[in-house]
């Protein structure tokens, strides 16, 4: 049968007959649709009787009535529990008169009831969706499917307000409880299917029929005064059940009132009576009869969705675009996110290593009640960075942190991370920091892009301001706004790596911290106005910065300050297990050996890799020993060692780092050990003569010297162009090769050139009380920006010409110009000479002629 044709049988259906002497109620269809479709007695029929109203209104009243007699302190404790939970704002001042129930429930429900339809109950976060448990999706979309019915059930029936405030003010904690009970969920979620299925009932006002085939003693008109008493028996016990199971959730409120209330445990037998009694009033129903027409209701249903779902998606794919378009427009730094191109070949802890710090960070991840931050502190060359790696990855990929331990809790997830970075424009600055965290959070946490995007649409220029503004506006409020639509809780973490990498932009103040770290410091503490998300901020730094600004901290959040030392080494002699840095020495150790074969003979016949496993056991325990406990110290020995030609080569490597320092401090060690690379390259080579040296240093101090001070890193090539050394590929290529313990320089000549840890600069440039053993490897940082500054001005002064694009129209912005024809005309090492020349004039502190 044709849709539009069931639509007008079905609106015949629905009308009254002319002379109908059934006296319809036109209240609502569903009562119609009872009436009309039940069995109608004719004149000769005596079978079935004339039909009864089973009204189940104004039974709440009776049951408050009753409760309010047996325990009338207890009733009045209760109601105001729940007056004093509700925001102000959803409460209206009127006062009770002459009314036994207070009114301002009712308008408590209301709000709650919209705040519920606007509520979420899953979110994605990294890809991942995280939803609210089954029985809490189930109880909220119960009440979504009666909102509007609970609505006008209680204008109609004031006192259900006590009963349904009870619904909506357990619903909160919890969902949001992170130690759920699974009998008090269950539990919670069959009374409140109950309280929707009643509350259905009483707004149908359904006629009942005695059904035909049924041979009951009783009327029908006691039968349905039998339910309505059942009905009043029902509501007194979900409302002494609510009470229960509040208690139960020991809230102090509770327990300080209903402290003399039965056991808090009751609520589990009352649940029992509570389906017992349903139980036996759906059994009185079954004896009347009725029909249902909601399979037709369901197809035009069906049909009106899917023109809803096709707008939707039209619409959703518009707000994705916009969106798409404020976040481009933040001023960001991809490269200072975990998982960048730049950070992808930057390794995490070897597994079975570090386990004291990681369980440490692993507990404070877990807790949902300890410190906000967790600030982790250590020397150069601890491994700060390597430690934030691998939690960062843990909180991405769901797994612990510690082996065989338990994942990291399914609510916690990796927010937002910036890895600082001296060497590199916006990585060395706090200023785009906040609009960096604000962008990833939008990815990664896509709940928070709607109300991101709102803010920077009304901020235009929000990616310019100061910094307390950025932080509310861009990050704060919006996280405040989300978590009042979120009906489960949700953990962000926020790592910050590397604080004292942000450096000063004051050119007198060359490579001090940065002053605004306290300013953002104090910014981040007021995340604990947070409840439902919560923050928990990961930083790490060198000890000095910490001491100077945990204040910042301390008087807004809580602090877990955690020390990371050296490494204790353990002897082999020990019966203990391994230290960490031993572990790691190990297995680096039999990957250069793997990747690295070098064959001698024991005796003719019998060919030795690597000296044998006695011997590789003999170097790790030897670097282990010189290693003084810093990680910085095994990793850049091994990459000393890595690439050796053969065995004579092996063992004058071996020599170097085994040269005495007894006595002298881990940082001087280090000192010593980069010196000894140093020195290898040159001093100590028998394959270069004098005149071979003396232009080596020369190609140090330029190559090595412009890496240490560039305002961002360049590639070989570029540097070569810049510099003008293009004639001298294969000597520059040579002198980065044989420096790659400290120096990394990529697979190709277009990746950039790095240092491969901060200690290695600040031994070149003696900062501070650093000692170089030999002149001709010190950087005179000044000279440096001087070379380049040089450099620049003579590449711009060839280069640069009117109409450099041949465009021939002055009118064309450069975000118009094909990026292929920029590249061809502006290369990076002209774009670098244009941007960045007055930095280095600035640092080269030039005396006035």
Not at 238 to 248: G, N, V
Not at 269 to 293: A, H
Not at 423 to 440: A, D, H, M, Q, W
Not at 603 to 616: F, I, M, R, Y
Request: net charge negative; hydrophobic share 40%.
């Amino acid at each position: 049968m044709p849709f539009r044709k069931r639509l007008k049988d079905l609106k015949a259906t629905l009308s009254p007959p002319k002379n109908s002497s059934l006296n319809v109620s036109q209240d609502t269809s569903t009562a119609s649709l009872v009436s009309h479709s039940a069995p109608v007695a004719n004149e000769s029929s005596s079978i079935i009787p004339d039909p009864v109203p089973l009204r189940l209104e104004g039974l709440w009243k009776k049951a408050y009535l009753d409760l309010q007699a047996k325990s009338p302190e207890l009733l009045a404790q209760y109601e105001r529990i729940i007056l004093s939970s509700a925001e102000s704002d959803t409460l209206n001042n009127e006062k009770r008169e002459n009314t036994d129930i207070d009114p301002r429930l009712e308008y408590c429900v209301k709000g709650r009831l919209e705040a519920i339809g606007k509520s979420r109950l899953k979110v994605c976060i990294r890809g991942r969706e995280i939803e609210v448990r089954k029985q809490v999706r189930r109880v909220v979309g119960g009440i979504l499917s009666v909102k509007d019915v609970i609505s006008a059930a209680l204008s109609a029936e004031p006192h259900a307000s006590i009963a349904w405030a009870g619904v909506l003010f357990l619903l909160d904690p919890l969902a949001k409880s992170f130690h759920q009970d699974e009998d008090a969920m269950s539990g919670f979620q069959a009374v409140s299917d109950l309280m929707v299925r009643y509350t259905f009932l009483e707004k149908s006002q359904a006629r009942i029929y005695l059904n035909s085939g049924s041979k009951v003693a009783e009327s029908p008109q006691h039968l349905a005064e039998l339910v309505r008493s059942k009905t009043v028996e029902l509501y007194v016990l979900i409302l002494e059940y609510h009470m229960c199971l509040a208690t139960h959730f020991n809230h102090s409120g509770y327990r300080r009132f209903l402290k003399d209330w039965v056991d808090v445990d009751k609520w589990r037998n009352m649940l029992e009576s509570i389906t017992s009694l349903d139980g036996k009033i759906r059994q009185d129903l079954t004896i009347f009869v009725g029909d249902d027409i909601q399979a037709i209701f369901k197809e035009l249903e069906n049909s009106q969705q899917v023109v809803i779902d096709s707008l939707s998606v039209l619409k959703e794919s518009f707000k994705e675009a916009k969106q798409k378009k404020l976040l481009d427009d933040l001023p960001v730094v991809s490269k200072a996110q975990f998982g960048s191109f730049d950070d992808g070949n930057k390794s995490e802890c070897l597994e079975g290593t570090r386990t004291e710090i990681l369980r440490e960070i692993q507990s404070w991840a877990e807790s949902p009640d300890d410190s906000q931050v967790f600030w982790l502190r250590g020397m150069a060359g601890t491994g700060k960075s390597t430690i934030s790696r691998t939690f960062a990855a843990a909180c991405q990929q769901r797994k612990s942190l510690i082996p065989h331990g338990p994942s990291l809790p399914v609510h916690l997830y990796l927010g937002a991370s910036f890895f600082f970075d001296r060497s590199e424009p916006g990585r060395n600055t706090v200023e785009k920091l906040f609009p960096s965290i604000s962008y990833e959070l939008a990815s990664s946490f896509p709940d928070s892009r709607d109300k991101i995007c709102q803010a920077i649409s009304e901020n235009q220029f929000i990616g310019t301001q100061n910094l307390r503004n950025q932080w509310h506006k861009l990050i704060l409020e919006p996280l405040l706004l989300l978590e009042k639509e979120l009906l489960l809780p949700v953990t962000l973490v926020l790592l910050l790596d590397a604080l004292d990498e942000a450096v000063s932009e004051d050119p007198k103040e060359t490579g001090k911290p940065a002053h605004d770290i306290g300013g953002v410091l104090r910014l981040l503490a007021t995340a604990g106005k947070l409840r439902n998300i919560r923050l928990k901020i990961f930083l790490t730094s060198r000890p000095e910065i910490c001491s100077q600004f945990l204040h910042a901290l301390s008087k807004g959040a809580s602090v877990r300050d955690f020390e990371l030392g050296k490494t204790p080494m353990t002897s082999e002699a020990l019966n203990i297990p391994k230290d960490d840095i031993t572990l790691y020495l190990e297995h680096q150790i039999e990957q250069i050996a793997s990747q690295n074969p070098i064959e001698y003979f024991e005796s003719p016949a019998k060919p030795t890799c690597w000296l044998g496993q006695v011997d590789k056991r003999r170097i790790v325990r030897t670097l282990a020993d010189r290693s003084d406990g810093l990680f910085i110290y095994a990793a850049t020995a091994c990459r000393f060692l890595d690439g050796v030609d053969d065995l004579e080569d092996l063992q004058a490597r071996m020599r170097e780092l085994s040269a005495d320092d007894s006595g002298e401090s881990p940082q001087e060690i280090l000192d010593r050990t980069y010196s000894q690379i140093l020195s290898y390259s040159v001093i100590h080579s028998s394959r270069k003569t004098k005149s071979e040296k003396a232009d080596f240093f020369g190609l140090f101090q330029r190559i090595i010297g412009a890496v240490v001070v560039l305002a961002e890193p360049l590639s070989i090539a570029t540097l070569e162009d810049l510099l003008g050394l293009s004639g001298k590929a294969p000597k520059t290529r040579k002198l980065l090769s044989s420096l790659s313990s400290v120096v990394s320089s990529g697979e190709s000549s277009e990746s950039p050139i790095r240092l491969l840890h901060l200690s290695f600069r600040d031994f070149l440039l003696g900062q501070p009380q650093r000692r170089c053993l030999y002149d001709e490897f010190c950087i005179d940082s000044r000279e440096a920006h001087r070379v380049l500054l040089k450099s620049c001005l003579n590449l711009l002064s060839s280069t640069l010409k009117q109409d450099i694009c041949s465009l021939d129209d002055p009118s064309f912005l450069a975000k118009d110009i094909d990026p292929s024809l920029l590249d061809q005309k502006i290369p990076v090492r002209v774009r670098y000479a244009s941007q960045y020349w007055s930095h280095h004039l600035q640092q080269a502190d030039l005396e006035p002629v």
